[in-house]
């Protein structure tokens, strides 16, 4: 099942143009996102912090961003800790490729530091 706006995301775009497509897609994932902005920054934080594939530095604080994005978009679907890792982990091999995410103990400590902030309540 896909979460809010990945749907939405591919309906919006049939039959428009790279930029209107790009602009389309960019107003789904703002709505799905809608309420949980501050959840997001501080996932790209913590994604940023532990850099998890090497890529961040001082000229691109934003890197994680769009990763960040798609995973608070796709929390509502996480009812573990391993949840949680496996969607990190996919969301890195869906937005990179599997060899750069590389294996899912790779994110342990990242998802063990998040899970508090975002697990289901009882």
Request: hydrophobic share 45%; charged share 35%; glycine share 6%.
């Amino acid at each position: 099942m896909a979460a809010p706006g990945e749907d939405e995301d591919v309906r919006v775009c049939e039959g428009r143009d790279a930029a209107s497509r790009a602009d389309a897609v960019r107003l789904a994932r703002r709505r799905a996102l809608a309420g949980r902005e501050e959840l997001a920054a501080e996932v790209e934080a913590l994604l940023y912090r532990h850099d998890p594939i090497g890529i961040a530095g001082e000229d691109n604080v934003d890197e994680y961003r769009g990763e960040a994005e798609s995973i608070v978009v796709r929390l509502p679907r996480v009812r573990s800790e391993a949840d949680l890792l496996a969607l990190v982990h996919a969301e890195f091999v869906r937005w990179f490729d599997a060899d750069t995410a590389g294996r899912p103990e790779r994110y342990a400590a990242l998802v063990a530091e998040l899970w508090p902030r975002v697990r289901p309540d009882p």
